[in-house]
């Protein structure tokens, strides 16, 4: 079994920046397709960016590419997702979720484990 957890949220300014992370603990992710959701109040959860399990492939939502970031360190189990020039409108709960499946994957129901998530609030 997989456990999630990620961290680094907070407030930020509108044009600021964060790196959000996400430590796996219990098994090896290193082989696994990783991905960021957010769910902001009274909406869904959406995609926000895909990696593969070596890190080559990234995959990002329109409305973030260009601006965030994701990576991976398999050495450290850890993903992240570096977030600049951060708009009111990115203000969410992220949760980053994997599949023990090479490849990216864009559908939250392509991942099987989830962290429980990290707030970010941008003001304006």
């Known amino acids: 079994q997989v456990q999630l957890v990620e961290a680094g949220g907070g407030l930020v300014q509108a044009g600021g ?14 082989s696994s397709a990783m991905g960021w959701f957010r769910q902001a109040p009274g909406t869904e959860r959406e995609f ?7 890190g080559h492939s990234t995959l990002y939502a329109d409305s973030v590419k260009g601006r965030f970031t994701v990576s991976r360190d398999n ?8 977030m600049n020039s951060l708009k009111p409108e990115d203000t969410a709960v992220y949760f980053c979720a994997g599949r023990p499946y090479s ?4 559908g939250e129901r392509d991942y099987d484990y989830w962290g429980q ?4 609030t941008v003001s304006s």
């Open 75 to 82: 050495a450290k189990n850890t993903l992240y997702l570096q």
């Open 117 to 120: 998530g990290t707030q970010v």
């Open 48 to 54: 926000v960016a895909s990696i593969s399990s070596s």
């Open 17 to 30: 920046s964060l790196r959000l992370s996400c430590a796996a603990s219990g098994r090896t992710v290193s």
């Open 103 to 106: 490849g990216y994957y864009t």
